[in-house]
């Protein structure tokens, strides 16, 4: 089965630039989705198809894809960025959706 | 505006079948290349897909739990329901709904529903 892997957390000031990198093997010949997950929320899309953002989510969440790392950047990060991040794709030689290990990313 | 809103048991005994349903509004299921799909997450754990339905009924399930799970959908009522028999302790978790409108990213999610199986 197709594995998307993740650091387990990530650790950035405020007003710095956090980094999340998703590894599969040819992820960049996918389209790659991200979704922020607060404790006791929902999963919230905030960058669909590797580098679209959804109405609503601000500029500073940007994607990119290529090779085997996906990697969701989050410029001048705020401490309500505080939240677990997972990558998804779909995996269509099993009709499966596959969700990355995730990461914590914790504004110091 | 686009709602999902799962709804059951917060718990059931172990061998016990578990169904859960998920009432949406703000989007219809008869829509083409709309889907509905449930998700469970354990404490702590990733995200795991469970099963997919779309608008033409056709039905996707996570090969490793295909034996134990079945969705359906009632259009005129705007629900999906998810069914997953032979319940153990650690099928414990948060079962999520959500919609994805291209059978690809999942744009809206429910609240979560929290599920312990217990006797």
């Known amino acids: 089965s197709y594995v998307l892997t993740q650091p387990p957390s990530v650790s950035v000031a405020p007003g710095q630039t956090a980094r999340i990198s998703c590894g599969g093997n040819?992820?960049?010949?996918?389209?790659v989705h991200w979704y922020q997950q607060k404790p006791g929320q929902a999963p919230v899309l905030v960058v669909y198809d590797n580098t679209d953002r959804p109405s609503g989510i601000p500029e500073r969440f940007s994607g990119s894809n290529s090779g085997n790392t996906a990697t969701l950047t989050i410029s001048r990060v705020e401490a309500g960025d505080e939240a677990g991040y997972h990558c998804q794709v779909w995996d269509n030689s099993i009709a499966h959706y596959v969700f990355g290990t995730g990461t914590q990313v914790t504004v110091l | 505006q686009v709602t999902l809103r799962e709804s059951g048991p917060a718990l059931v005994k172990p061998t016990q079948t578990l169904t859960l349903t998920c009432t949406f509004s703000?989007?219809?299921?008869?829509?083409?290349?709309?889907?509905v799909s449930w998700f469970r997450q354990s404490p702590g754990e990733a995200l795991e897909w469970l099963a997919l339905?779309?608008?033409?009924?056709?039905?996707y399930y996570n090969t490793s739990l295909k034996t134990r799970l079945t969705i359906s959908k009632d259009t005129s009522e705007n629900q999906v329901v998810l069914t997953m028999s032979n319940m153990d302790p650690a099928d414990k978790g948060t079962f999520f709904c959500?919609?994805?409108?291209?059978?690809?990213?999942?744009?809206?999610w429910g609240q979560g529903t929290l599920v312990i199986v217990s006797s």
């Open positions: 040819d992820i960049g010949s996918k389209n």
């Open positions: 703000g989007f219809s299921l008869t829509t083409r290349g709309m889907c």
């Open positions: 959500a919609r994805t409108p291209d059978g690809d990213r999942f744009d809206h």
């Open positions: 339905i779309d608008w033409d009924d056709v039905k």
